[in-house]
């Protein structure tokens, strides 16, 4: 099974941008959807965007509309998240994982596995 390591994390004033990557170990998954997910403290992990294999459709967490695009380079095997206007409340742990269950939607946890050991990302006011 394909696993994913996240990288790009970081410290970040408010306003600032950072971009996180998101590249297969153990084979290729650029025939796959995949998500990007976060957890904060005490908090359940949130789906934050993915994208669609078949048409690269994409989809967002309303909180992150208009600020946060995910990207994929089939050529590098890597998924990206291209965060701008970073917010304190977007500092939480950040992973990638690819969607295995289609019984689950999209933004679902359960539809996805392959779960790297996530990215810090810390937006500081």
């Known amino acids: 099974q394909v696993q994913l390591v996240e990288s790009g994390g970081g410290l970040v004033q408010a306003g600032g941008s950072l971009k996180l990557s998101c590249a297969a170990s153990?084979?290729?998954?650029?025939?796959?959807?995949i998500g990007w997910f976060r957890q904060a403290p005490g908090m359940e992990r949130e789906f934050v965007a993915g994208?669609?294999?078949?048409?690269?459709?994409?989809y967002y967490h309303d909180s992150v509309k208009g600020r946060f695009t995910i990207f994929r380079e089939n050529a590098k095997n890597t998924v990206y998240l291209q965060m701008n206007s970073l917010k304190p409340e977007d500092t939480a742990v950040y992973y990638c994982a690819v969607r295995t269950d289609l019984h689950f939607l999209y933004f679902n946890p359960r539809a996805y596995a392959g779960w790297g050991q996530g990215t810090q990302v810390t937006v500081s006011s």
């Open positions: 153990g084979g290729t998954f650029n025939n796959n959807d």
């Open positions: 994208i669609r294999a078949a048409d690269n459709r994409l």
